[in-house]
């Protein structure tokens, strides 16, 4: 059973990595607003009540900005994890294992979570002795 969920659990890791970057990615956000488009040209469009129309502009809208702002957080969580990488790399005394975290499971990032949080009482309890 153990087995099952871990497997289950690293599939749907790989899917939503692989919905993120499509989310994120320039020729989707082309495609669904070619979509949109076609959908906002629509003679039923022109033909609908003011405010079915506005709704359907806000939607269109809001559809539109998924794209825009996944592509924003893409671009700057990889810029975070460049620079955090490098300065874990630059820091002789760091613990390189934790270099590009962002691609383990969540399963290793809750141990490496528990383990740092042990780390931290310790150095708690070094200070309190000082």
């Known amino acids: 059973m153990k087995n099952t969920y871990h497997h289950t659990e690293r599939i749907f890791e790989k899917v939503t990595t692989f919905i993120t970057a ?6 989707t956000f082309i495609i669904v ?3 949109t488009t076609y959908w906002f040209c629509n003679k039923q469009f022109y033909t609908q009540n003011i405010h079915d ?7 269109g809208i809001s559809f539109l900005s998924l794209f825009i702002i996944q592509k924003t957080f893409n671009r700057f969580s990889g810029a975070l994890h460049l620079k955090l990488n490098e300065l874990v790399a630059s820091n002789i005394k ?3 294992a934790i270099i590009n ?3 383990k ?9 528990k383990d740092y ?4 009482e310790l150095a ?7």
């Open 22 to 27: 499509l989310l994120g990615n320039s020729i």
């Open 33 to 35: 607003l070619g979509i």
């Open 53 to 59: 129309s506005i709704r359907d502009v806000i939607v």
């Open 94 to 96: 760091a613990n390189n």
């Open 101 to 103: 975290v962002e691609e």
């Open 105 to 113: 499971t969540e399963r290793e990032i809750l141990e490496l979570t």
């Open 117 to 120: 949080a042990e780390i931290a």
């Open 124 to 130: 708690k309890e070094i200070d309190a002795k000082l």
